[in-house]
């Protein structure tokens, strides 16, 4: 499986951006994908997920009401809005996939990662 994000941008606060993540490969065999994100000097942080057999969706408290995610019906791409932007939400964002459920889902248990794209959000 191979992914490829894409859609950051240097936004300001209260905007909206839309990442993509397009999917090649095995992608009809994973469990589920996810969003996670990186900011300077922190650690890699979940964001989002959706599970591939029923698109439940999950995310972090941070971006809860601000964020969606959402897959395309060939679940071939995975996509992030993100509105309402704020400063705290500048990172590079990285997509993952999970190629079936495993301890710790949705925050763990990833199997692929792809590129990062970076989100910078300004006050």
């Known amino acids: 499986v191979q992914l490829q994000a894409s859609g950051g941008g240097l936004v300001q606060a209260g905007d909206s951006l839309r990442l993509s993540c397009a999917a090649s490969g095995r992608t009809s065999s994973s469990y589920g994908m996810g969003w996670f994100r990186q900011g300077q000097g922190k650690e890699r942080d979940f964001v989002a997920a959706?599970?591939?057999?029923?698109?439940?969706?999950y995310y972090a408290d941070s971006v809860k009401g601000r964020f969606d995610i959402s897959r395309d019906n060939a679940n071939i791409a995975v996509y992030l809005q993100m509105n309402d932007l704020k400063p705290e939400d500048t990172a590079v964002y990285y997509c993952?996939?999970?190629?079936?459920?495993?301890?710790?889902?949705?925050?763990?248990?990833?199997?692929?990662w792809g590129q990062g794209t970076q989100v910078t959000v300004s006050s």
């Open positions: 959706i599970r591939r057999s029923d698109g439940r969706t």
């Open positions: 993952a996939a999970g190629m079936k459920l495993r301890n710790g889902w949705p925050q763990r248990g990833y199997d692929y």
